[in-house]
């Protein structure tokens, strides 16, 4: 059965921290690993990675994919209290399987 | 503006009352799919579409029906709700094949089945 556990289910930081979350995954037919995140609304996506070892980057945020050992972590850098939402990521090949997600609470 | 449209945002019903959630989205994607929310077990899919006449069974299709007649609509109906269905539930669409094969999704629709 495919599933996607992430790690830690929440996390409180202060501003300015830096914070690692993860993404274990178990699915056939990999085709992409992706992240969102989800405050409290829509989820918007962040990163899609699909090639293990190759970081993706945006701004404070960046995510590597390593395919070998099935997982994948998202880390934020000099944390805001903007960051504050839920982490979610996702894979699978049209049929997604989605992790539980990640709460991350920033405090100022 | 590329955007996913869902309606109603809200939603009340009975037990039993047949209801449709419409899902619009006007990127020309492909894809389009629908998920539940639910504390705890987060997002899993109910069902999704490749391409028009195309709908195939996600994670928790149990209850709920789906058709794609246009390429833009892609409607959740609930032949007879019952309150397990209490949920708040998501439109997404993404390209078939290309550079990213991400989902955009819709502002979700929060349904109550008393």
């Known amino acids: 059965e495919d599933k996607v556990v992430q790690s830690p289910l929440s996390l409180v930081v202060h501003e300015g921290d830096t914070v690692t979350l993860n993404c274990s995954y178990e699915?056939?037919?990999?085709?992409?690993l992706l992240w969102y995140k989800q405050e409290k609304k829509a989820p918007t996506f962040l990163f899609m990675l699909?090639?293990?070892?190759i970081e993706k980057k945006s701004g404070r945020l960046s995510s590597i994919l390593d395919k070998k050992e099935l997982f994948s972590i998202l880390n934020i850098t000099a944390t805001q209290t903007g960051d504050s939402a839920v982490y979610l990521c996702?894979?699978?090949?049209?049929?997604?399987?989605f992790g539980t997600g990640t709460r991350l609470k920033v405090l100022a | 503006e590329a955007q996913v449209t869902q309606n109603p945002r809200y939603l009340i019903t009975v037990t039993g009352k047949k209801l449709t959630v419409t899902c619009s989205q006007n990127?020309?994607?492909?894809?389009m799919s629908w998920y539940r929310q639910d504390p705890g077990l987060g997002l899993r899919q109910i069902y999704y579409?490749?391409?028009?006449?195309?709908?195939d069974k996600g994670d928790v299709p149990e209850g709920y029906k789906v058709s794609r007649k246009e390429k833009r609509n892609f409607p959740l109906i609930l032949e007879s709700p019952s309150p397990n269905q209490t949920s708040l539930y998501f439109c997404?669409?993404?390209?078939?094949?290309?550079?990213?094969?991400?989902?955009?999704f819709g502002p979700g629709t929060r349904l109550t089945v008393t």
């Open positions: 997404a669409s993404s390209l078939v094949e290309g550079a990213t094969y991400e989902q955009y």
């Open positions: 699915v056939t037919n990999f085709r992409s």
């Open positions: 699909t090639s293990s070892g």
């Open positions: 996702a894979t699978g090949t049209y049929k997604y399987i």
């Open positions: 990127m020309n994607h492909e894809y």
């Open positions: 579409s490749m391409n028009v006449e195309v709908t």
